[in-house]
């Protein structure tokens, strides 16, 4: 059984950078591609961006200029980088397995989320 | 750039048959997905490819897409059933989010 675990800080200040890890556990970071997801307090979910374990990404058009998406093979694991951050970013962070390879796929594994507040 | 809509409440009583709609330009060109989530947890896939089950998700469980709507579906509701609903959707390379629709089964 796929498991994925966020990590990071909890607590981030304005204006600094949000960094956050994904371990995966129980199957290979291979051959599959891995997002991040963030939902604010009380609202809606808000894809972040992709990266296929070759390394290739895709970001969230609204997010691009901000936003770095990392993974490390030998340790199954991806990460999340938004730099210059406000309160706006204040959101619970997913990490997630698409269930197929490319275009129009949806999201089967999930973690379990970690909330992610920018605060001074 | 493209939106998906939905209806941010419908209601439904125990036993009947709840729809939520997810609408969006030429959306049934386009696989449509639903996540349920429930207060505090990760939301989970119950419809994949516009009318697939995942392995566990109960029968009661179905979508449709055609046009410019997905639907999901839920027959024979249950108050376990209560809970936020959310579609997805990619458009050009990039994955989109319905505001989400919150169900009460009362």
Not at chain 1, 27 to 39: E, T, V
Not at chain 1, 99 to 109: I, N, R, T
């Amino acid at each position: 059984q796929v498991q994925l675990q966020e990590s990071g800080p909890g607590l981030v200040k304005p204006s600094e950078t949000l960094s956050l890890t994904c371990i995966v556990s129980g199957g290979s970071i291979s051959s599959y591609y891995w997002s991040w997801i963030r939902q604010p307090p009380g609202k809606g979910l808000e894809w972040i961006g992709y990266i296929y374990y070759t390394g290739s990404t895709n970001y969230n058009p609204s997010l691009k200029s901000r936003v770095t998406i990392s993974v490390d093979t030998s340790k199954n694991q991806f990460s999340l980088r938004l730099n210059s951050v406000t309160a706006a970013d204040t959101a619970v962070y997913y990490c997630a397995r698409h269930q197929e390879a490319g275009y129009g796929s949806s999201f089967d594994y999930w973690g379990q989320g970690t909330l992610v507040t920018v605060s001074s | 750039s493209y939106e998906l809509t939905q209806p941010p409440s419908v209601s439904v009583s125990p036993g009947q048959t709840a729809s939520i709609s997810c609408s969006g330009d030429k959306l049934g060109n386009k696989y449509t997905c639903w996540y349920q989530q429930k207060p505090g947890q990760s939301p989970l896939l119950v419809i994949y490819q516009d009318t697939k089950r995942p392995s566990g998700i109960p029968e009661r469980f179905s979508g449709s897409n055609s046009g410019n709507t997905a639907t999901l579906t839920i027959s024979g509701t249950q108050a376990m059933d209560e809970a936020d609903y959310y579609c997805q959707a990619w458009d050009s390379a990039t994955v989109l989010f319905g505001g989400g629709t919150k169900l009460t089964v009362l």
